[in-house]
């Protein structure tokens, strides 16, 4: 049976059937989901060391020589910035 024949199968049933058949089905694939989360644990968990070993790779890029910028330097950056862009 193909896909189209099987949803015309389903759109011939009544209501409460079609109902019991979707409830019946997301229950099917809730279950086949948490029985296989054993080995989706093992995958996040080996990405989530990649995660953390690609942060550690990366820590300290955005430090900066010395102390960030006050609200008043980078306002006055931008409006030079912006001077230079448009004159």
């Known amino acids: ?8 199968e389903i759109n011939q049933l009544p209501r409460d059937k079609r109902k019991a058949l979707g409830e019946a089905i997301l229950r099917n694939v809730k279950e086949e989901q ?5 080995g989706d644990r093992e995958q996040s968990e080996v990405s989530r060391e990649e995660k953390i070993a690609a942060f550690h790779r990366l820590r300290g890029m955005l430090k900066t020589d010395g102390p ?3 609200d008043e330097k980078v306002k006055d950056d931008y409006i030079n910035y912006l001077a230079e862009k448009y004159s």
């Open 1 to 8: 049976m193909t896909h189209e024949e099987l949803i015309q």
């Open 34 to 38: 948490l029985a296989g989360d054993s």
């Open 68 to 70: 960030p910028p006050t």
